[in-house]
């Protein structure tokens, strides 16, 4: 069992079940969904949870009945919210466009600015992993590499991202990465960097480092969601890391958490994953 930190956003998802594709100037049926637990706290969270872990959330939540709600569920899940600053006003919805082939498109509210306060005591922490645009993220992770696995995911602006292992979805990277990965990697994480991990849904995942890169498989599933499948990746990756496993087995088992979450109808992982860790132990 590992001591693991996430700083990374807690969402209540509003979900819109349309009846065709999205276009650009089409008119469309949905059904709702319903509003669900979500974003990457959540999604990376309640998995690592299931796998045994000690987990804890940095985030922040309005002080309204659905940050009340957030924070209750959250918890419900395992997660240690202790760390989750409220502020003033309204905690915002997720509205996520889900489509029949299981795609969907998220639209968001600008976040209130959010300032991390000073670092933890790393020595009790075995893992961070960042998904957030938080002020004071990247101050975090230069304190913790010495002690700890620092995991980040590519920020959607230029923003750098210490750790010894950056995460992408190569959706992410169009327009912004020319054909050396790995000296793209370093210039945003800084010369600490040991694995630059690049995610392409069904197509599997690559790793590069200075030396090579390999691809490793996705797991084969019947997709019914493809919310919440990268922050699933993200868990299974750091679960891989925290029980000792080689850089490459660890992309394997995150594969097969994403492969589990993609067949789930929700954006938080399924009840499959749990039983795959269940039977696991």
């Known amino acids: 069992m590992a ?21 650009a100037g089409g008119r ?6 319903g509003q669900r637990l979500g974003g990457g706290g959540a ?15 940095v985030s922040q939540v309005g002080r309204d009945d ?26 915002n919805e997720m509205l996520l466009m889900m489509t029949p082939d299981g795609e969907r498109t998220i639209i ?18 075995d893992a961070l992993y960042i998904n957030s645009s938080t002020e004071g993220a990247a101050s975090w992770a230069k304190t ?30 169009q327009g912004r990465c020319g054909d050396d990965k790995w000296q793209f990697a370093k210039s945003v994480a800084g010369e600490d960097l040991k694995y630059f991990v690049v995610t392409d849904g069904e197509n599997g995942s690559t790793l590069y480092t200075a030396t090579e890169a390999v691809h490793v498989a996705a797991e084969p599933s019947t997709v019914v969601d493809t919310t919440g499948a990268g922050d699933a990746y993200a868990a ?13 087995e660890a992309m394997a088992e995150a594969a097969v ?25």
């Open 66 to 91: 659905v940050g009340d709600w957030l924070l209750a569920e959250a918890s419900t899940q395992g997660i240690n919210c202790s760390l989750i600053q409220r502020r003033p006003g309204n905690t």
């Open 43 to 57: 999604n990376t969270g309640i998995g690592l949870v299931w796998a045994g872990h000690q987990v804890s959330l």
């Open 108 to 125: 968001r509210p600008e976040r209130p600015q959010f300032e991390l306060p000073l670092p933890p005591n790393w020595q009790n922490v």
């Open 236 to 248: 299974g990756l750091i679960h891989g890391l925290v029980n000792h496993l080689a850089i490459v």
């Open 144 to 173: 913790a590499m010495s002690h700890c696995w620092v995991l980040a995911q590519l920020a959607k602006d230029q923003r750098p991202r210490p750790c010894h292992v950056l995460i992408a979805s190569l959706s992410d990277m």
């Open 3 to 23: 001591n693991i930190l996430l700083v990374a956003n807690l969402n209540c998802d509003r979900i819109f079940n349309l009846n065709q594709t999205l276009k």
């Open 257 to 281: 958490w994403s492969g589990f979450a993609v067949a789930s109808d929700s954006s938080i992982p399924g009840k499959a994953l749990k039983q795959y860790l269940a039977d696991a132990t």
């Open 28 to 33: 469309f049926h949905y059904q709702d969904g």
